[in-house]
């Protein structure tokens, strides 16, 4: 079964600084991955994700992740800490049923806190 | 226009009452989930119905009862609520054969 390991519960960066959220998943199957994130109260946005193709993958806001097969790996990264990325991060894996049907397994989720 | 919608965003009831959540998306999309969002923030999925049609029933107790009038709306019922119901819960939806799930706001269920 799919699974994913968000490393790090709580992140906290400066303004400015790199922001770097950890995600490894578990699959059997070649995988999908995605990022979403939660701006208090709100609901999930979707950040970027990972089907197929190109390893590094770019999404809004500036996030961007890197696919890793080897290392079973998706982090999130963004080059430079904004105060309004400040929000709780979701790492999930689609994980096929049947029927060609599928369901998101999600990681605990990390909290970035930027602070200025 | 909001994409995925959900009503009530609050909800605060006693133990042993009944209630429903409803959903709607306008996406066009012909499959749609719940989700339960706990204390700890952490994320499950507990249903999805594809074009009227249960898709995914996880160990949910039988006191959540999803119903699908069409492909479009999604609604959650739920029976002789309990304290550990107290959650947020979002609905969802997605093409079949696409991967891509897009969520609403979420509803904030607290029971006392």
């Known amino acids: 079964a799919q699974s994913v390991t968000q490393l790090g519960s709580h992140v906290s960066v400066s303004e400015g600084a790199l922001v770097l959220l950890r995600c490894n998943y578990s699959?059997?199957?070649?995988?999908?991955l995605f990022w979403y994130v939660q701006y208090p109260n709100q609901g999930l946005q979707l950040l970027l994700k990972?089907?197929?193709?190109?390893?590094l993958v770019k999404g809004i806001n500036g996030f961007e992740a890197e696919f890793k097969k080897s290392e079973t790996s998706f982090h999130l990264t963004k080059p430079s800490a904004h105060m309004s990325d400040a929000a709780e991060y979701f790492c999930?894996?689609?994980?096929?049923?049947?029927?060609?049907?599928?369901?998101?397994?999600f990681g605990a989720g990390t909290r970035l806190a930027v602070h200025p | 226009d909001t994409a995925v919608s959900q009503t009530p965003k609050y909800l605060v009831t006693q133990m042993g009452n009944d209630k429903s959540i409803k959903c709607e998306q306008n996406?066009?999309?012909?499959?749609m989930y719940w989700y339960k969002q706990d204390s700890k923030k952490f994320l499950k999925i507990m249903f999805s119905?594809?074009?009227?049609?249960?898709?995914i029933n996880e160990t949910v107790p039988n006191r959540f009862s999803p119903k699908s009038p069409d492909k479009a709306h999604l609604n959650l019922h739920i029976n002789s609520l309990e304290l550990g119901d107290s959650a947020v819960y979002f609905c969802?939806?997605?093409?079949?054969?696409?991967?891509?799930?897009?969520f609403g706001p979420g509803t904030r269920l607290l029971v006392l």
């Open positions: 999930a894996v689609s994980d096929q049923v049947s029927g060609g049907y599928n369901k998101l397994i």
């Open positions: 969802a939806s997605s093409q079949y054969l696409k991967e891509t799930q897009y």
């Open positions: 699959s059997s199957v070649p995988p999908y």
């Open positions: 990972y089907t197929t193709g190109a390893t």
């Open positions: 119905y594809n074009n009227k049609e249960l898709i």
């Open positions: 996406l066009g999309h012909d499959t």
